[in-house]
T-cell receptor, first 113, second 114 residues
Framework: DQQVKQNSPSLSVQEGRISILNCDYT??????FLWYKKYPAEGPTFLIS?????DKNEDGRFTVFLNKSAKHLSLHIVPSQPGDSAVYFC????????????FGQGTILTVHP | EAGVVQSPRYKIIEKKQPVAFWCNPI?????LYWYLQNLGQGPELLIR????????DSQLPKDRFSAERLKGVDSTLKIQPAELGDSAVYLC????????????FGPGTRLTVL
């Protein structure tokens, strides 16, 4: 039972354009969602989060949108930069899983100069 | 501020051998997590500690895996005996008790079982 799904294994974007990474979840008890970024041979690094009571959270070039009715969230990166090339994981937390992050499979983002 | 420290970074062993991983969390973080990450997958929680107490070990295969967090600071995860399917990256993370959702990860230990 995969509670968090990232259906796009990879995404390729031109520098300066928008990157949109998508994530779907099934556990309606999640009350918090997070995006992590991972470079090779490093651990995941926290990027941005959103509470389930909000539908948007913005931090610089990064914006996360949450659509609770569709159980869908997305991460927008504008403008994309080559240094953004990494694996992006979304994760859900809360409810009976408090303290536990449930991760998706990840999406490899490549930003071309 | 130092991040989460893990050692070793890489480990290659023969199947049926024991192996141990060590983690030192960020100073002051009372919650510590061990995750398993298989190739092409996201991390999956193995065990969560609050101080020295294991509060969630439901995903830890207790027949061969064990963990401890003596004195509520650093932690050790052990596998005995290792199997071929244990080849993966083992990640340690920590968080403050009141910011449990935002977890800080170490670089991981890549285990290869031959």
């Amino acid at each position: 039972d995969q509670q968090v799904k990232q259906n796009s294994p990879s995404l390729s974007v031109q520098e300066g354009r928008i990157s949109i990474l998508n994530c779907d979840y099934t556990n309606s008890m999640f009350d918090y969602f997070l995006w992590y970024k991972k470079y090779p041979a490093e651990g995941p690094t926290f990027l941005i989060s959103i509470s389930s009571i909000k539908d948007k959270n913005e931090d610089g070039r990064f914006t996360v949108f949450l659509n609770k009715s569709a159980k869908h969230l997305s991460l927008h990166i504008v403008p994309s930069q080559p240094g953004d090339s990494a694996v992006y994981f979304c994760a859900g937390a809360g409810g009976t899983s408090y303290g536990k992050l449930t991760f998706g499979q990840g999406t490899i983002l490549t930003v071309h100069p | 501020e130092a991040g989460v420290v893990q050692s070793p970074r890489y480990k290659i062993i023969e199947k049926k051998q024991p192996v141990a991983f060590w983690c030192n969390p960020i100073s002051g973080h009372n919650t510590l997590y061990w995750y398993l990450q298989n190739l092409g997958q996201g991390p999956e929680l193995l065990i969560r500690y609050e101080n020295e107490e294991a509060v969630d070990d439901s995903q830890l295969p207790k027949d061969r895996f064990s963990a401890e967090r003596l004195k509520g600071v650093d932690s050790t995860l052990k596998i005995q005996p290792a199997e071929l399917g244990d080849s993966a990256v083992y990640l340690c993370a920590s968080s403050l008790g009141d910011r449990g959702h935002e977890q800080f990860f170490g670089p991981g230990t890549r285990l290869t079982v031959l």
